[in-house]
């Protein structure tokens, strides 16, 4: 079983910084990709970015420039740093994580329980 637990959401103003982090733990043989999704109100889920096991990563346009992605291997931990954040930008966030599970040998997706983040002065 793989748990992913988030943390850093909150109340910010525009133009203010946040930092989320999501620890993977369980039962991982190896980690492909984790990254971040969000979901606003009445509005899709959006992917807003993606760190592979190469580091190479990836971001929505929406937010490039503005948000960086990190990942500490040793720590099966990824963070998303948001910077100069918009009132659009308020959303749940969750994280997620492809891997392969050490015990089933088999390809699988764990998501996070969700962080909400606010922009608003």
């Known amino acids: 079983q793989v748990q992913l637990v988030e943390s850093g959401g909150g109340l910010v103003q525009p133009g203010g910084s946040l930092r989320l982090s999501c620890a993977a733990s369980g039962t991982i043989s190896r980690i492909n990709s984790m990254g971040w999704n969000r979901q606003a109100p009445g509005k899709q889920r959006e992917l807003v970015a993606t760190?592979?096991?190469?580091?190479?990563?990836s971001f929505a346009d929406s937010v490039k420039g503005r948000f960086t992605i990190s990942r500490d291997n040793a720590k099966n931990t990824v963070h998303l740093q948001m910077n100069s954040l918009k009132p659009e930008d308020t959303a749940v966030y969750s994280c997620?994580?492809?891997?392969?599970?050490?015990?089933?040998?088999?390809?699988?997706?764990?998501w996070g329980q969700g962080a909400q983040v606010t922009v608003s002065s």
């Open positions: 760190i592979s096991s190469n580091g190479s990563t």
């Open positions: 997620y994580l492809d891997g392969t599970d050490s015990r089933k040998g088999s390809s699988f997706r764990a």
